[in-house]
């Protein structure tokens, strides 16, 4: 990384800005000189250089993600090293927000969005899990929403391949997860498969449904012993408007024992569609993005809304002067 006043520069692409560092990793939006194209750069943090355990972090992440390569999971485009050895990411640049950002804005989102967004997550699982690998940190912050609507799963950081009978041990130290959303068996440190990932996706539909996390509760004890002992609080008990056929999808992949979710990712894809299917016929990018303009994040016009409203509005007005006349 070369860096002048106001310049960071990992080879031919130019820092813009950065748009998190977090204790492992920092992670930019760059520009490619001279074709102009935007990308995102995730870099390990010069002080973990020296860190064994951390050293081919990012290797292991380029690696998993040079397998993938579907419009649900962030594109890797290159994967290179500074002279200083410093390893950085090249990925594509997702132009939008994380569904964190939208849950910050929206607390909790319509049944349609809430499928829109978790179909795009199952989808991206699907083709993960298909090569073998499970993400293992499926949570609001690591899915974002693209200005036209589109999700895209990032952060492979702590991915696993399961494709041998042992799962790869964990590296002394490594972050292995976020508690709140972990399958009781990523919390056990059992074998993991898709399932897992199934289960963290249940968490995440959940708090899209219902402004809050299933196993959340204001009292004692902490979500961990929770996600292993007790059952969900009931989603019909917070949200009046979730129909059942979508409470039980959620049910489903919250259940503790793996043997007792769907089998994979493909199966819990066709039972969200039919769920969505069942509500409305709109495409879920279209769902996804009228949700990022109604959060008041992306600028634009609501088009199924607009129509809907416009028609109110106008019947109001024949009605207005058809009473006042
Ligand atoms: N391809 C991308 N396009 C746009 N923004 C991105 C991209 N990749 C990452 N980001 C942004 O950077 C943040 C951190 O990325 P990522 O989760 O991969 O790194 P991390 O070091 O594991 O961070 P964390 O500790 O938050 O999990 C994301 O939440 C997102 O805001
Ligand atoms: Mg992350």
């Known amino acids: 990384m070369s860096s002048h006043p106001g310049e960071i520069r990992f080879g031919n692409y130019r820092v813009e800005e950065e748009l998190r560092s977090g204790v492992v990793s920092t992670t930019y939006k760059a520009v490619h000189e001279p074709l102009g194209k935007h990308v995102a750069i995730k870099t390990l943090n010069m002080q973990l250089l020296e860190t064994s355990s951390f050293a081919d972090h990012l290797d292991r992440e380029a690696k998993v993600l040079a397998d993938l390569a579907h419009p649900n999971v962030v594109l890797l485009l290159e994967a290179k090293r500074l002279a200083s050895g410093r390893p950085y990411l090249v990925l594509e640049y997702v132009d939008g927000w994380s569904l964190h950002d939208l849950l910050a804005k929206k607390h909790c989102l319509g049944v349609d969005v809430a499928l829109a967004v978790a179909i795009g997550i199952c989808a991206g699982l699907d ?10 940190d499926i949570k609001p912050s690591n899915v974002l929403l693209a200005k036209s609507g589109t999700v895209k799963i990032i952060d492979f950081g702590i991915a696993q391949r399961t494709r041998s009978e042992r799962v790869e041990p964990e590296t002394e130290n490594e972050a292995f997860g976020t508690p709140a959303y972990m399958s009781p068996e990523q919390i056990l440190g059992d074998f993991v498969d898709g399932r897992s990932d199934l289960f963290s996706l249940g968490v995440v539909l959940y708090e899209m449904l219902a402004g809050s996390r299933p196993f959340d509760a204001a009292s004692a004890p902490r979500p961990v012993q929770r996600i292993r002992r007790d059952a969900p609080l009931p989603l019909s008990g917070r ?4 129909p059942r056929s979508v409470e039980r999808v959620v049910m489903h992949l919250l259940e503790k024992s793996p043997d007792d979710r769907y089998a994979n990712a ?4 066709d039972r969200l569609r039919a769920a969505l299917r069942s509500i409305t016929k709109e495409d879920p990018s279209m769902i996804v993005r009228n949700a990022l303009i109604e959060a008041g994040l992306l600028e634009g016009k609501v088009r199924r809304k607009e129509a809907t409203l416009g028609w109110a509005r106008a019947c109001r007005q024949v009605l207005r002067r058809w009473f006042s006349g």
């Open 127 to 136: 083709h993960a899990h298909e090569r073998g690998i499970v993400h293992r």
């Open 239 to 242: 949200v009046r408007s979730v």
């Open 266 to 269: 493909g199966i819990a894809l």
